[in-house]
């Protein structure tokens, strides 16, 4: 299977491709799996066993028991050992299926475990840019869909499938001892069965529900967009609007799923008519075979015996095929996460970021983002001495933001170098790398747990004490402690219980608390009051002492006091200096800007 990296995965994943990935699996569980076969083999011998003994049974019973004052003692004998025979494989039966099923539940609860364990993982570490193209509503969506699809598929192949083909394998078998001619009869209309069942599987049912599971994704999706977005639907009254556009998705997908159902339902009774036919068949030959005088009761009985067991074993399996494609179906979107690699990943024999006091440089970067044609940067460089306050200020598009992506190595640069203490960033472990950067941004996402779970992410075994110190450094505190549960208080989704300078404030108590050398303000006062902006920048201004800090700004006002200030402008810095040395340029960039903000600041 061709790896690809993590942009676009709307190529199909075979058949075949999803039955090795969940082979594999149960590979990695040899205990619990030899624990399942196990009760399937015990289970399965005794439904092959038991047509031999009812036969005879019946063979036994067809004589009288008695002629006149003479017992036949041999048959009642052998009949009384029938009879406990089949009391004895139906206790087999029944002991094998529940140790089968005890196996199976253990094994596929590990594999669940691991494979959502592993497909969380892939996803955490796919790029930004695929994060960004797709709806997290979705992503959640084809995990939990694909690994209840992963219990159906083992339940029908291992509890189901194996045991029917066991079954069907060795009637056979044994026909063919007791009448060569019907044995093969039966063996070629099982193979007709089975390749008709699974072509009417695959080629018929499995398009159309592919079809429809694409469009549940979608309905996935779109219900979890416009939950998010309650607020914006509330906002604009929008709330009819968002229902009929759901009911336009909704009507596709059950026309979609609708038609699936319908295709499985035609399959069926093919099946069943084939299934139909085939039992008729054997029926009549031994008839015939005991119109001729060539079988007994006892032959009959096992026959009609054996064909009542094989009728249920081919109904379910012309169903468990189509159960397989279906689960297989809900399982390609989850397999295909696998076939993706992350767009950025460590380097073989990665080592740890150690930073001393925090020197960063650019060394001749040339970096394009997957989705443009034209490099951003182009040979681009620039040195930022340790402890030193940079500010990145110009139009949208310049290139700003982009800096801090790459210094956080959200994307692999196409030519260059970035070095942080003179340690190339990609040398060293992604994890190291983001532990030594705290980020501020514009809008900080809030997970739904409490305020310290929150300000302590990035330091989990804070004390209580230093997520206070790190709230009250960010002037957080005197809003936490009028709430009725203080640090306790949960947040939202998202942290929409808080306002925006409120949720600013826990991003920098939370960046108090990494206590990282060098920190990153991605417009971090852009969209607040003038009461929180001076809260929020009060707080900044204690963060960034003794750090190398990078501030991304429009709002001007607030970058005055930057050792220095670089404007760009589509990729390339223009011009750099001090407020003071940029504001003597009456022609430039920033003296533009900064006459721009202040005449608005005055209207």
């Known amino acids: 299977m061709p790896i690809k990296k993590a942009g676009k995965d709307k190529s199909g994943v075979s058949f075949v491709n999803i039955l090795r990935f969940v082979v594999r699996r149960w590979g990695q569980h040899p205990w619990f799996l030899s624990w399942t076969l196990t009760g399937v083999a015990l289970a399965t011998f005794a439904d092959i066993c038991t047509p031999l003994l009812a036969g005879r049974l019946v063979g036994d019973i067809s004589h009288p028991a008695r002629e006149g004052s003479v017992i036949h003692s041999d048959f009642l004998r052998?009949?009384?050992?029938?009879?406990?025979?089949?009391?004895?494989?139906?206790?087999?039966?029944?002991?094998?299926r529940r140790s089968s099923y005890i196996g199976i539940s253990y094994m596929t609860l590990a594999m669940m475990r691991r494979i959502l364990g592993d497909a969380f993982a892939r996803v955490q570490r796919f790029s930004s840019e695929w994060h960004?193209?797709?709806?997290?509503?979705?992503?959640?969506?084809?995990?939990?869909?694909?690994?209840?699809?992963?219990?159906?598929?083992?339940?029908?192949?291992?509890?189901?499938?194996?045991?029917?083909?066991?079954?069907?394998?060795?009637?056979?078998?044994?026909?063919?001892?007791?009448?060569?001619?019907?044995?093969?009869?039966?063996?070629?209309?099982?193979?007709?069965?089975?390749?008709?069942?699974?072509?009417?599987?695959?080629?018929?049912?499995?398009?159309?529900?592919?079809?429809?599971?694409?469009?549940?994704?979608?309905l996935g999706a779109a219900l979890a967009d416009s939950v998010t977005?309650?607020?914006?639907?509330?906002?604009?009254?929008?709330?009819?609007?968002?229902?009929?556009?759901?009911?336009?998705?909704?009507?596709?997908?059950?026309?979609?799923?609708?038609?699936?159902?319908?295709?499985?339902?035609?399959?069926?009774?093919?099946?069943?008519?084939?299934?139909?036919?085939?039992?008729?068949?054997?029926?009549?030959?031994?008839?015939?075979?005991?119109?001729?005088?060539?079988?007994?009761?006892?032959?009959?009985?096992?026959?009609?015996?054996?064909?009542?067991?094989?009728?249920?074993?081919?109904?379910?399996?012309?169903?468990?095929?189509?159960?397989?494609?279906?689960?297989?179906?809900?399982?390609?979107?989850?397999?295909?996460l696998f076939d993706l690699e992350p767009a950025v990943k460590d380097k073989k024999g990665a080592f740890a970021l150690r930073v001393g006091r925090g020197r960063v440089c650019f060394d001749h970067v040339t970096f394009r983002y997957p989705s443009q044609t034209r490099p951003i940067y182009e040979n681009f460089s620039l040195t930022v001495e340790a402890g030193t306050h940079i500010a990145l200020v110009g139009p949208s598009g310049s290139g700003k933001t982009t800096l801090t992506r790459l210094l956080q190595r959200l994307y692999d640069i196409q030519q260059g170098h970035i070095t942080i203490d003179g340690q190339d960033i990609a040398m060293v472990t992604q994890e190291s790398l983001r532990r030594h950067i705290a980020l501020v941004p514009q809008e900080p996402v809030l997970f739904h747990r409490t305020l310290a779970e929150n300000i302590a992410y990035g330091r989990p075994g804070a004390t209580r004490?230093?997520?206070?110190?790190?709230?009250?450094?960010?002037?957080?505190?005197?809003?936490?402690?009028?709430?009725?549960?203080?640090?306790?208080?949960?947040?939202?989704e998202r942290g929409v219980k808080l306002s925006g300078g409120e949720r600013q404030r826990i991003a920098i108590a939370r960046a108090f608390l990494v206590n990282a050398p060098i920190v990153l303000f991605d417009e971090a006062t852009a969209s607040l009051d003038s009461?929180?902006?001076?809260?929020?920048?009060?707080?900044?201004?204690?963060?960034?002492?003794?750090?190398?800090?990078?501030?991304?700004?429009?709002?001007?006002?607030?970058?005055?006091?930057?050792?220095r200030i670089l404007v760009f402008k589509e990729g390339k810095i223009i011009e750099d200096g001090t407020h003071e040395t940029l504001m003597k340029e009456d022609g430039g960039m920033y003296h533009h800007l900064v006459t721009l903000q202040s005449l608005d600041a005055e209207l």
């Open 229 to 336: 977005c309650n607020a914006v639907v509330k906002a604009f009254g929008a709330e009819k609007r968002e229902e009929r556009h759901l009911g336009q998705i909704m009507r596709i997908w059950s026309g979609r799923t609708l038609r699936g159902w319908i295709r499985g339902t035609n399959s069926a009774n093919t099946q069943a008519t084939l299934s139909l036919v085939m039992r008729m068949m054997l029926i009549g030959m031994v008839v015939w075979f005991w119109w001729q005088g060539k079988a007994g009761p006892g032959d009959v009985a096992y026959v009609l015996t054996m064909m009542f067991l094989i009728q249920g074993y081919l109904r379910d399996l012309g169903q468990q095929v189509s159960q397989v494609q279906r689960s297989v179906n809900e399982m390609e979107e989850l397999v295909a």
């Open 78 to 96: 052998d009949a009384f050992w029938m009879v406990l025979g089949l009391f004895v494989l139906g206790l087999i039966g029944v002991l094998g």
């Open 465 to 492: 004490a230093d997520i206070r110190e790190a709230a009250q450094m960010a002037n957080a505190w005197p809003f936490i402690e009028d709430l009725p549960d203080g640090l306790d208080t949960l947040v939202g």
């Open 531 to 563: 009461e929180s902006e001076k809260l929020v920048q009060q707080a900044m201004n204690r963060l960034m002492q003794g750090r190398t800090v990078f501030i991304v700004a429009h709002r001007l006002a607030t970058v005055r006091d930057a050792d």
């Open 132 to 218: 960004s193209n797709s709806f997290a509503g979705s992503t959640v969506r084809r995990l939990t869909r694909g690994i209840w699809a992963l219990d159906t598929l083992d339940d029908t192949i291992l509890l189901l499938i194996v045991p029917e083909m066991l079954v069907l394998i060795g009637t056979t078998l044994v026909l063919i001892i007791k009448s060569p001619l019907m044995g093969a009869v039966l063996g070629l209309s099982v193979v007709i069965f089975a390749v008709v069942s699974i072509c009417l599987t695959l080629y018929y049912v499995a398009p159309v529900s592919r079809l429809a599971n694409q469009w549940d994704t979608r």
